[in-house]
Every structure is written in structure tokens, then in C-alpha cells.
């Protein structure tokens, strides 16, 4: 059974639209991400967040923003939906050793959302 | 920058036939990975991982790995796949605080 959720799981929208993606963790993780993978091709961080109220961009520039108002909540946003954002979008979560130190521990990931742009 | 380089794209195997998957990546400095594995219609999970010590590092379903610094590699090996470890396999490199994964192997199991 996943600890991180995201929803929806696919979804066909027309261009113009805003579109709110969702990802939720029950593990208390710190670090959350976002990921955006076209078919065939390697996955790239679009955005990632360390805390409440941190966010940043990843390398791969997006237009979607991003917010982290609770620790077990990240979701993406696109103001205005277009052709181009068209791919699959995989959240992420990241927590700490028992020392509260956070290195080598692996990411969790969503099931992805499969995002469809008409 | 970092990168990983997955050499096969599709690969497809008799049950009970070995497996290994090339993972390569570059990276200046200390690098922690991972083989991650998805199966259909399900999320990434994590096979096995290497961060320090031996190289030769077991993971889950009888997965095992070799992290050979001199050819940054990382290549994943299984004696016997099964019809069930029909899956996507990524390989991931972290360097620093950033995650890079490769675009991934499809691989089928036949019976």
C-alpha cells in the first residue's frame, strides 16, 4: 500500500484550464518533490521543497508553481494549461535517519499523474 | 552536471534465463544509487541501493548490483528471472543533494 498519494491518476483537459495536481504523504517526510517524465525519456526535477514554506525550482524549468503549506501536502498548479505540458508528473518524498540527519535515504514515489493537454 | 546512461531500452528474456542491466552515470564526486523498479500499473519502488562499503549490494527478489567505481557503473543482475519480474527498471544516481534517474528498461519476462 503507497504512503504518497497523488490524484488524479490521469486527466484529459482542454488548453486554457487551471489544473491543481495532487500528492499527499503520511510519512511525515520533509522533503517532497515533483518530477516530470515524457515517455521515453529520463525524469527531471521540475520542483522540490525542504519544509512548510519552502519551495524551489528544479533544473528542468516548468511554468507550474508549487506550495507547501502542510508537511504532507505538495501540489502543482497550472495557471493556464497548454499542449506543452502534456506528460506524466510524479511526486516525491524524502525523510530523515533517526539521527535527524538526512542523507542516504531514498525517495518514495507516487503512482504519477498522466497529464493529457488538448 | 550529473548523468545516467541506461544501455538497453527493451530487453526480453525466457523464465529462468539471468538478467543484467548496464547502468552508467558521471559525477565528479561521491555518489550514493539506486535501482528502482516499476511494475505495471504501479508506482517506483526501490530495488536496492549503495552508499558506502561493499560494492556488491543485495536488494529485494534476489536483485544484487555492483557499484565499479572505475567504470562508473552500477549494473544490476538477477541468476533466474521469473515471468513476474516483468517490470520498468531505473537506474538513479544522487550526487550532492540531486537525484538523477535513466530513462529506464522495459523488461519482459516470457514463459
Known amino acids: 500500500e503507497a504512503d504518497i498519494y497523488q490524484t488524479p491518476r490521469y486527466l484529459v483537459i482542454g488548453t486554457g484550464k487551471k489544473i491543481t495536481l495532487e500528492c499527499s504523504q503520511t510519512m511525515g517526510h520533509d522533503k517532497m518533490y515533483w518530477y516530470q517524465q515524457d515517455p521515453g525519456m529520463e525524469l527531471h526535477l521540475i520542483h522540490y521543497?525542504?519544509?512548510?514554506?519552502?519551495?524551489e525550482k528544479g533544473d528542468l524549468s516548468s511554468e507550474s508553481t508549487v506550495s507547501r503549506i502542510r508537511t504532507e501536502h505538495f501540489p502543482l498548479t497550472l495557471e493556464s494549461a497548454r499542449p506543452s505540458h502534456t506528460s506524466q508528473y510524479l511526486c516525491a518524498s524524502r525523510g530523515q535517519n533517526r539521527d535527524g540527519m538526512t542523507p542516504n535515504q531514498p525517495q518514495h514515489f507516487g503512482d504519477g499523474t498522466r497529464l493529457s493537454i488538448l | 552536471a550529473q548523468s545516467v546512461s541506461q544501455h538497453n531500452h527493451h530487453v526480453i528474456l525466457s523464465e529462468a534465463a539471468s538478467l543484467e542491466l548496464g547502468c552508467n552515470y558521471s559525477y565528479g564526486g561521491t555518489v550514493n544509487l539506486f535501482w528502482y523498479v516499476q511494475y505495471p500499473g504501479q508506482h517506483l519502488q526501490l530495488l536496492l541501493k549503495y552508499f558506502s562499503g561493499d560494492p556488491l549490494v543485495k536488494g529485494i527478489k534476489g536483485f544484487e548490483a555492483e557499484f565499479i567505481k572505475s567504470k562508473f557503473s552500477f549494473n544490476l543482475r538477477k541468476p533466474s528471472v521469473q515471468w513476474s519480474d516483468t517490470a520498468e527498471y531505473f537506474c538513479a544516481v544522487r550526487g550532492g543533494n540531486k537525484l538523477t534517474f535513466g530513462t529506464g528498461t522495459q523488461l519482459k519476462v516470457e514463459l
Open positions: 521543497s525542504y519544509g512548510v514554506n519552502s519551495t
